[in-house]
């Protein structure tokens, strides 16, 4: 165990954070009914059935975030950065080799407008945001391959398989028209439109 001093407590309140970064991914729901609980997991929680939830059970809940921004920013005071926000999905390519990934594009939009409410109508100070994640890759949580987070698909499966070439998915180019307008766009893509934008 690590002994504290009077000078790391002087050093904290001296020199505080200019910031404070924390990564989101969505929210669990927890109960005092240990007969509802489902296995192997730390916080006591159960389904949401208000929510739509992937394969490995992450609830899709955009109030995550806008609590979350509200809560850390009330009590510390201080700009906030979302290091990490994403949701792992189990993606499709189709004979055509399109990846057609609206729950992605979904989930990004209302993530981004969750941020806008916070920012513009809660006064939040938010200085930035890293969606994750830009191209697929093994998940750090589960070591598969298939839960794929990435704008960008990696021809790679869970045993290894596969010749690493990327395809962009339906939510790359949706991401691409939403920086371009700086956030102001959160509109679908029109039919089609992803296969024909380079």
Known sequence: ??????????????????????????STTVTTHKEDLEGG????????????????????DPA????????????????????EN????????????????DYRVEYL?????SMDDAINIDGVDLMGY?????IDLVSAGTGEMKKRYGLVYVDRNDVG???????????????KKMIASQGADLTDLPSNE?????
């Open 109 to 113: 939009r209302q993530n981004i407008q």
């Open 64 to 83: 995550c975030l806008r609590l979350a921004l509200n809560t850390l920013f009330d009590r510390y005071q201080k700009p906030l950065w979302i290091v």
């Open 1 to 26: 165990m690590l002994e504290d001093s009077p000078e790391d407590y002087e050093l904290l309140e001296n020199y505080p954070a200019d910031f404070l970064s924390f990564s989101c991914y969505g």
């Open 194 to 198: 992803a296969l024909a934008v380079n």
């Open 161 to 175: 398989e596969g010749t690493l070439a990327r395809s962009k998915k339906d939510s790359f180019y949706w991401y």
């Open 86 to 101: 994403g949701i792992g999905w189990d993606d499709k390519v189709e004979a055509d080799g399109s990846i057609h990934d």
């Open 41 to 60: 997991n730390l916080f006591n929680g159960v389904t949401n059935p208000y929510l739509q939830t992937n394969a490995w059970g992450w609830a899709t």
């Open 130 to 134: 890293t969606m994750w994640g830009c």
